[in-house]
């Protein structure tokens, strides 16, 4: 057991990150054995956009809980990958309202069959009964054992 480890409650946040990391390391793995190119950390805004349809962007950054400019970063990103467009509110010029582009629809299609089979392997890894602190040692032991990209390709073909 490392220092981090045996710090207990102190170390939450980096406890969490780590966990974080190795979701999104993993995440980005799903995609590309699904031939999808897709960066984790477009999710929050794409998969907003998929059920709100036409946002602006502060009730984009509302939406995934990020800040205005880490929100103008990723959309940015996001327009240049061509899987966003943005216009002009024509209530409020000075708005600009974000939706998903025919590009950014077809890749949803294509990503709903991985976002089924990401919710329930991420179900087995939180299926936790215990105290946060108990619940990440559980869920960082299950996914040493078999880890989310593991599992996403054993239950591949179940789905």
Do not use: C
């Not at 059920?51 to 995934?64: D, M, Q, R, S, Y």
């Not at 002009?88 to 974000?98: C, G, M």
Request: proline share 3%; net charge neutral; hydrophobic share 40%.
């Amino acid at each position: 057991m490392n220092i981090i480890d045996e710090s207990g409650i102190l170390a939450i946040s980096t406890r969490l990150q780590r966990l974080s990391e190795q979701l999104r390391k993993d995440g980005a793995l799903i995609y590309k054995a699904y031939d999808i190119d897709f960066e984790p950390k477009w999710f929050p805004v794409i998969f907003t956009l998929y059920h709100k349809k036409t946002l602006g962007v502060v009730e984009i950054a509302n939406e995934i809980g990020y800040t205005h400019p880490s929100t103008i970063s990723l959309l940015k990103e996001l327009e240049k990958q061509k899987l966003i467009v943005s216009k002009k509110d024509k209530q409020d010029e000075r708005r600009r309202l974000i939706e998903l582009a025919p590009k950014g629809n077809d890749l949803i299609e294509k990503m709903k069959p991985v976002w089924e089979l990401m919710s329930k392997v991420l179900g087995e890894i939180a299926d936790n009964t215990n105290h946060l602190l108990t619940a990440i040692n559980e869920a960082e032991e299950k996914i040493a054992e078999q880890s989310f990209y593991q599992r996403a390709m054993y239950n591949k073909n179940k789905l």
